[in-house]
Every structure is written in structure tokens, then in C-alpha cells.
């Protein structure tokens, strides 16, 4: 059995298609939910615990090298869990010591597994910590709702390696935030669902190799909780699929508005949506036309007005912002939302209405990075899954908030969290792509968030594809090879589980 180092991985390809199947997020308050209604299915709470227990146990087994465990066990279900896995490893001839922060409360699930711990305890410092080989986190998990105490806080950071049951205690399960200090964990092993924390940075980095493990919960008790919270699986949603009787009409036309400096911004979202799979493509030029004819032979590009254009009902979808400057979006974003078109509002968008969010109101979908969201929200803070909620309501748009880790919010309170992208893919005009291929699919039919939440996960899939030397104009085709994927099922990521 090979040792692993500890690193922190910052993109793992693989996450989709162990979650197949299990996309709701929850809460730690709704897994406290989920909990108590798993007792009123028959499940009881030691059951529970113990294969909790197992399933970390397990996967310290298969993860890392037989060495000197500590475990650190909090007073709550947390550190029953931590018990559990002590009497586990013990048993599998691992030398084990418990620290125990405090005993659990009498009657409790916890005060029976620490009765059935048999071995040493120890006390709870960082000297134990320090000269120990692994460290399990058994001391608070996701409901911790304070900074650790110093004592905890010492005791975590002189671990040599971490491994957390639930999540490294100190970071919010909601939010994904520290409070404070949290460790920073080689794996972390949860169970019945992941919650937002797990992926929400910068708490997915600090949970290292995430396992999510089934202890027998039944997933009846998911009607009890009712998240509105996803993972960005393909499950999600259904792409277009074509007939015998589709052309070019019925796939949609997507109108792009080209502004006459940063050309190129709007021929990548233009492109992106013909590949998408949109019927056909217009760039509307305010200028620069000749620079945009140079482009693909299957673009089309036009230089009459706007108000021209939209007198034809065919043009039911813009996508309006990028390269466009904020003087021409100033005018062209109201024309099309009092129009009633789909519109797909980015990049210069932002900057035209700066400080002024009901001006947004209308459009199907805002994609903005963290400095536009700030430039018209306001500072997203440390529940940002919350702020693009409120952004979504306000507007009525769903709102896509890119980053490492995307988040999609519709205006009626679901949101997803899109896992498919790789660090490569921060690179200049890769959002221009990404609306475009929000366009594309919205032509085609899809609902604003599903288009949204889709284009995310096809957009991290294309660049994963790509591979580790990105550029922009990759994407393109590595967008061919992600829909051709995802539509055949052959080899999809997201159906090997």
C-alpha cells in the first residue's frame, strides 16, 4: 500500500462520477434534518455512527500507510464517529491513541462508542499531535458555528497529516469559510451527501480527497430536508437533442452584439454558440464589420441597427457585453430587455451599470466573474452562495458567478456548484466562450438555469479535455468533443458509477 503526501489537490477530475447519482447539497442544519428523520425510518443513530465508523476506517485503510493514529474526539456525534474508527483501526493492528477534548454527554449515541474504546487515551495537546503519523479529525465537523479554541487550533496545526471525518473542524459546512483556523486535511470522508462547504472555496481545497460514503441512510429522507442546493452533475439537467425533423430554425438563432475594439470577445462567444449547437449565429457589429467577416465562413455578420434586427421574432436570443464597451451596452441591453428577447448579459455589461442591479432586471442569464459581481452587488463576502441567491432574486436572472468554483442560482432559490473545471482555464476570453454557449443552448430550448448550470459544467469539461496547455481557442473544439460525450453516454464521466 503506497503512502500518499500531503498536498492539497486543486482539481479532481473524478469528483463527478463519484457523486453520480447524488447531486442534493445540504446544510448542516438539513443533515441534522436528514439525521432525525433517518431514526424515524428505522435507522438508528448508533447504527449509524458505526458505519460512519467503518467507512473511514476504510478509507484510511485503502488511502494511507499503517502508521501511529491519533485521534482527536470532540464530546458530539463527531467524535463518536472518531471512536468508532479508533476501535476499527485498532482491531486492524494500527497503534491508536484517543485524545478526547471532552467526554460525551451521558446516554448520548457517542458516550456508547467511547464505552466500547478499550485502548489509550491520551491528553489533548500538540505535543500528541506532533508525534503522531496520522491525525484524525474527529472534534467538531460541519455544525460548528465559532473559531476553535486555541487548544484545538495548536493541536490541528501540529499534525504532520490530517485526515477529517465529516469536515476539517473550523471550516463552515455552508459556506465553505474557516471560521477562523480549520486544518488543512489529505482526505476528508463524509456521508449521505456532500454539503456546500465540501466545495465552495476555499473549503474544498482544505478538505483534500473527499469520499462520500452511503451508512445506510435512505434517500426517502431527502423529501424531509427538500435541498435546493446541487452539485453540478449532468443529472441536473437534459441537453437538446435533435430529430429527424430539426434545421437550422428549430436548433435557434443567437444573436451576438460585436462591439469595435475587442472584436475578438464577441467571435468567441459567437463561436462557442454556433458549436453549442444553435441553428445559426449572427454577430451584430457596431463597428469593426470586416474584422468579423474575417472570421468563420458560417458566421453571419450584419451591421444593421439594432432596432432593425429586432423586428424579427427568429432573433429570440443575445448574448450582449462581451467586447461590446459600456457605452454601446448602456443603450443596446435595455433595447433588448424592453424587447423581450433572452439575453445573455456579460463582461461590459457590468461596467455599464455599475453600482445599479435593478437595471439588470429582464434578462435570462448574468454571468459576471467576482470584480463585476462586486461592481454591481456589491462585495459577495463570505457566504457568497447566499449573495448570488440575492443577486438572482433581485434581478429575476439566473446568475452564474464564475470562478473555480462556479455557482449558478436561479431566481426561485436553487443553485448548483459546478465542479468540471480545471485551473487552466483561467484564461483571458474563456468567459466570452462560456456565454456563448449559454446562448446556444438557450436557443435551442433549455430553462435559463439549465442552460446555466450545463453550459458551466460543459465549459470546465472542454477545458479538462483540452488538457493543462490551454488556450482560448482550444475550448472550441475540445467543446465538440465534451457534447459529443455527455450526449452519447459512451464514455461519459458522469455515468461510470
Known amino acids: 500500500m503506497a503512502s500518499h503526501p500531503r498536498r492539497t489537490p486543486i482539481f479532481d477530475p473524478d469528483l463527478v462520477s463519484r457523486l453520480h447519482g447524488r447531486a442534493a447539497l445540504l446544510t448542516p442544519d438539513q443533515m441534522a434534518q436528514a439525521d432525525q428523520a433517518a431514526a424515524q425510518h428505522g435507522h438508528a443513530g448508533p447504527v449509524l455512527m458505526e458505519a460512519a465508523g467503518r467507512a473511514v476506517a476504510r478509507a484510511i485503510q485503502r488511502r494511507i500507510k499503517r502508521g501511529r493514529v491519533l485521534v482527536l474526539a ?41 464505552h466500547l474504546w478499550r485502548g489509550p487515551i491520551v491528553p489533548f495537546n500538540p505535543a500528541e499531535a506532533a508525534r503522531s503519523d496520522v491525525v484524525i479529525d474527529a472534534v467538531f465537523g460541519a455544525g460548528l458555528t465559532r473559531p476553535l479554541t486555541d487548544l484545538v487550533a495548536d493541536t490541528l496545526r501540529a499534525a504532520k497529516r490530517v485526515v477529517a471525518i465529516d469536515v476539517p473542524s473550523g471550516l463552515d459546512g455552508a459556506t465553505g469559510q474557516p471560521l477562523g483556523y480549520a486544518p488543512t486535511a489529505e482526505l476528508t470522508v463524509t456521508f449521505f451527501r456532500l454539503k456546500p462547504g465540501h466545495l465552495l472555496l476555499p ?67 459567437a463561436e462557442a454558440a454556433r458549436r453549442a449547437g444553435a441553428g445559426m449565429v449572427t454577430i451584430a457589429a457596431r463597428g469593426a464589420a470586416e474584422t468579423y467577416r474575417s472570421s468563420e465562413p ?86 457568497r452562495l447566499a449573495a448570488v441567491r440575492n443577486a438572482a432574486a433581485r434581478t429575476g436572472a439566473v446568475v452564474l458567478l464564475k470562478g473555480a468554483d462556479t455557482i449558478i442560482a436561479s431566481p426561485d432559490g436553487r443553485a448548483a456548484i459546478n465542479l468540471s ?24 430550448g433549455m430553462a435559463a438555469w439549465d442552460a446555466a448550470a450545463a453550459g458551466a459544467y460543459l465549459h470546465g469539461r472542454a477545458a479538462a479535455l483540452a488538457g493543462p496547455g490551454l488556450v482560448v481557442e482550444d475550448l472550441l473544439p475540445a467543446l465538440n468533443d465534451a457534447l459529443a460525450i455527455e450526449t452519447s453516454g459512451a464514455i461519459s464521466v458522469s455515468r461510470r458509477l
Open 421 to 444: 473545471a480545471p485551473p487552466w482555464l483561467a484564461t483571458a476570453g474563456a468567459g466570452d466562450v462560456l456565454s456563448g454557449i449559454i446562448g446556444g443552448l438557450l436557443a435551442q
Open 74 to 114: 470532540g464530546p458530539g456525534n463527531n467524535g463518536g464517529d472518531g471512536y468508532v474508527v479508533a476501535r476499527l483501526l485498532a482491531q486492524d493492528g494500527w497503534p491508536v491513541r484517543v485524545a478526547a477534548l471532552a467526554p460525551p454527554r451521558p446516554h448520548a449515541d457517542a458516550a456508547g462508542a467511547a
Open 203 to 269: 473549503g474544498r481545497n482544505l478538505c483534500g480527497h473527499i469520499e462520500l460514503a452511503d451508512i445506510g441512510i435512505p434517500d426517502i429522507v431527502l423529501e424531509t430536508v427538500a435541498p435546493n442546493t446541487f452539485a453540478g452533475l449532468p443529472s441536473l439537467w437534459r441537453l437538446p437533442s435533435l430529430t429527424a425533423e430539426s434545421h437550422k430554425y428549430t436548433r435557434g438563432h443567437v444573436t451576438v452584439v460585436g462591439g469595435a475594439a475587442m472584436t475578438g470577445a464577441a467571435r468567441l462567444a
Open 298 to 383: 458560417g458566421l453571419l455578420v450584419t451591421e444593421a441597427p439594432i432596432t432593425e434586427l429586432l423586428k424579427d421574432d427568429r432573433r429570440k436570443v443575445w448574448v450582449c457585453g462581451p467586447g461590446l464597451g459600456p457605452d454601446e451596452a448602456r443603450t443596446i441591453f435595455p433595447a433588448l430587455i424592453a424587447a423581450n428577447r433572452i439575453v445573455v448579459g456579460d463582461a461590459d455589461v457590468f461596467s455599464a451599470f455599475a453600482g445599479d442591479p435593478d437595471a439588470l432586471t429582464g434578462a435570462a442569464v448574468l454571468t459576471p466573474h467576482a470584480g463585476e459581481f462586486a461592481r454591481v452587488f456589491g462585495a459577495p463576502n463570505d457566504d
